[in-house]
């Protein structure tokens, strides 16, 4: 109160989780107190060849998390798509600080697995923060069975980037499967062999001189493949005269770009970028084969339900058909019954 903060920066948000709120508060403490010493010519002692040697390591460092950093937006879109009451992710690391984020995407893909009663929501503390996340490795491995090798409930409140990526590509890849397992035929499993084996059946069925052997295989870079793959979904949703069948970078670029628009008219939901296509990045090539995989068993089976209910629409129409007629019978009888009535004149005459 003697610096002048803001009242709403109180002694709850010192005990808070929230880092924004403590970067606030610290801010603010800088702003109207930072009692800094005047400047005596210590500033001036950095060489300019220290400043470059530190901007060379810090370009070096944002190159080296540049394949993180495109996954943490991968899994912030999949988060978000999942439609969860109360949640926008927008920091991978610190919005999955408390744990109550984690433990809503489990119960989503898994009702019921989360005792919520024993979740603190919001957690009071740090140490509230780690039984809530403790319980997300507990269920992910008795419930979802994922191998967390190395992870635990402390990894994530300590916001471990790459352990947290690790974590949520293993809960993406068991919610995808668990939709795709959903729309098999009965007695049928589909593990990541039935996968690859279904793209090379699509691309074969329309013609396609290409084959892939792996999530990782190279030949999956130029997107020639995946384009022919959604092409044995959608004849009609592949526009040959765009895609660019040189093998240069602009024009892996160009079909990478073009693959995620067709996919997305197709009406899937796509996480990865061109970049991840272009660079073939393995776990984001599965997701995205194994996600049209799901939408063409969907395809197929809404049009099976369209078939039927148009071939039941004959029958219904038969039967008010019939309907129709038997009251327009019963209208005529009534109408004849009505005609051979007595006049009124004629009552008296037939009471006697």
Known sequence: EACGLWPWLDTRSLLSTDERLHFCFCAMLFLLAPNLPEDDG????????????????????EAENADDTQEARTFRL????????????????????????????????????????????????????????????????????????GIGGLDIVDGSSKLISALIWQLMRYHLLLLLQSL????????????????????????????????QDQALANSILPLYMLHGIDSTVVDWSAVQFEDTADARIS???????????????????????VQVRPKMVQYFVTSMMVLEKQRTQAAAAAAVAEAAAPAVDAEVAAGGAGGEAAEEYADAEYAEAPADGEWAAVAE
Not at 255 to 274: D, E, H, M, P, T
């Open 78 to 149: 999949w988060i978000n798509s999942l439609n969860l009451q109360d949640v926008f992710v927008q920091d991978l690391v610190a919005d999955l600080k408390s744990g109550v984020v984690l433990l809503k995407v489990l119960d989503h893909i898994q009702p019921g697995c989360v005792v919520w009663k024993r979740v603190s929501n919001p957690p009071k503390n740090r140490m509230f923060a780690i039984q809530n996340c403790n319980m997300i490795t507990d269920i992910a491995k008795d419930s979802f069975k994922l191998a967390l090798v």
């Open 42 to 61: 210590t500033l001036a002692a950095f060489h300019d060849q220290e400043i470059a040697g530190e901007l060379q390591a810090l370009l070096k460092a």
């Open 184 to 215: 098999a035929a009965e007695g049928e499993t589909i593990g990541e062999q039935e996968i690859i084996q279904w793209a090379n059946d699509k691309v074969t069925a329309v013609g396609g001189d290409y084959r892939m052997t792996s999530f």
């Open 255 to 277: 079909n990478a770009k073009y693959l995620i628009s067709v996919a997305q008219r197709l009406g899937a939901a796509v996480f990865c970028s061109w970049e991840d296509l």
